[in-house]
């Protein structure tokens, strides 16, 4: 299926992946400034931006219970309080405020990304056809230019509320076309038989593939501008190039996906993926200048940009119907464990070894993968009774 006729049925869950690319690269690239405004180390800053991770922790519980009572308006609801929540980040003075914040923002914007992405899987399982790719690579374009319109922001002397705010506005003008209710379970459910489980290991490895995937983008997204701004003494707009870069191969990357995912097998593009993000990484470790970081944070964002999708199509399509909310929601939580690993090992590594020697170990990270994509492939006693 080509990516035109993806997003032309998955119109309004595809807003949802726009208006997070709109809130993280706005926010990514502005990271340098929130780091300064709150007073604090790359240690302490680590640690501060673990507030959002500890809200995505919650909506594995959360966001299950608030699909099910708001149903078709989960989405609206959910985007409209994303935007709502990061114009909180850009009025924090301290260290402690500012984590508070971004426990709100995880809330918010985890509840969208599961919904979005259970949307999704039930139009996947619908249409009988892959859709994940083309719903993240919006986000991804959304990332980019928003990243990219954030530093030019900055450059003409716009600070965080003046550029939380404005997007704020358009996320909320994006909710207005969200709403869409969740698959019938009274049609997908065999009358009489009772509700089936679900597999609890697949589940299992398509969370540490999607964590893996999610650990090489947080890193980008939220150390990047800094790997730019410090290491290479590159400027603010060139500091918000590193994200903005990583959002527009992260788009070619999924949207080229979109295709090939009906091509090649799951391993192979899982396996692939991973060995570039590994080779881009350190290709932004040993960079002398901007110019060969943007080229490592580029191959990184367009090897790991299939490979959180690819792992969230799966468990789309191995559970139940009545369950694909769940599960996608145990994934994604799992993922979003990337989040808060990522400013700890980043942080610490930074401080102690400096950011080079960071950026080198996510790479190796990054070859934990395709080991997980292939035991997820492989066949288990009992599969086929």
């Not at 869409?180 to 398509?206: F, K, N, Q, S």
């Not at 730019?228 to 918000?240: D, K, N, S, Y």
Request: charged share 10%.
């Amino acid at each position: 299926m080509t990516v035109v006729s993806a997003l032309r049925i998955t119109a309004r869950p595809a807003r949802g992946f726009v208006a997070m690319g709109l809130v993280f690269g706005s926010f990514a690239a502005l990271l340098p400034v929130l780091k300064v405004q709150i007073g604090a180390d790359d240690a302490t800053f680590g640690l501060a931006l673990l507030g959002a991770p500890a809200g995505l922790v919650l909506t594995l519980w959360l966001a299950p219970q608030f699909d099910r009572r708001l149903a078709a308006l989960s989405l609206p609801v959910s985007a409209a309080l994303l935007g709502a929540t990061m114009v909180l980040t850009g009025v924090t003075a301290a260290p402690m405020a500012f984590f508070v914040a971004m426990v709100l923002v995880g809330l918010s914007s985890g509840t969208l990304d599961i919904v979005s992405n259970a949307r999704v899987a039930d139009m996947e399982a619908a249409h009988r056809a892959p859709l994940m790719n083309a719903n993240h690579g919006m986000f991804s374009v959304a990332y980019a230019l928003s990243a990219v319109a954030t530093g030019a922001a900055r450059e003409a002397g716009f600070g965080p509320v003046a550029i939380f705010g404005g997007v704020a506005v358009l996320v909320w003008l994006l909710a207005f076309g969200m709403r869409i209710a969740p698959a019938d379970e009274a049609e997908v459910r065999t009358p009489g038989l009772p509700a089936p489980g679900m597999p609890g290991l697949a589940v299992l490895l398509c969370g540490g593939i999607v964590l893996i995937a999610f650990f090489v983008e947080a890193v980008v997204e939220s150390w990047s501008a800094l790997h730019v701004e410090r290491t290479l003494q590159g400027g603010a707009a060139e500091g918000a190039f590193g994200p903005a870069i990583l959002g527009l191969t992260m788009a070619a990357g999924r949207f080229s996906g979109q295709i090939a995912a009906g091509r090649f097998g799951d391993t192979a593009i899982i396996t692939t993926g991973s060995v570039m993000a590994c080779l881009g990484a350190g290709l932004a470790a040993a960079a002398q200048g901007p110019w060969v970081a943007y080229l490592g944070f580029g191959l990184m964002g367009l090897g790991m940009s299939v490979v959180g999708p690819m792992a969230l199509a799966l468990v789309g399509r191995i559970v139940p119907p009545s369950r694909r909310t769940a599960a996608v929601a145990r994934v994604n939580v799992m993922g979003f464990g990337a989040f808060m690993l990522a400013p700890v090992v980043m942080g610490q590594i930074s401080d102690a070894y400096g950011l080079r020697t960071a950026f080198a170990v996510v790479g190796a990270m990054a070859l934990i993968a395709p080991v997980l994509a292939y035991w997820l492939g492989r066949p288990r006693a009992g599969e086929a009774a």
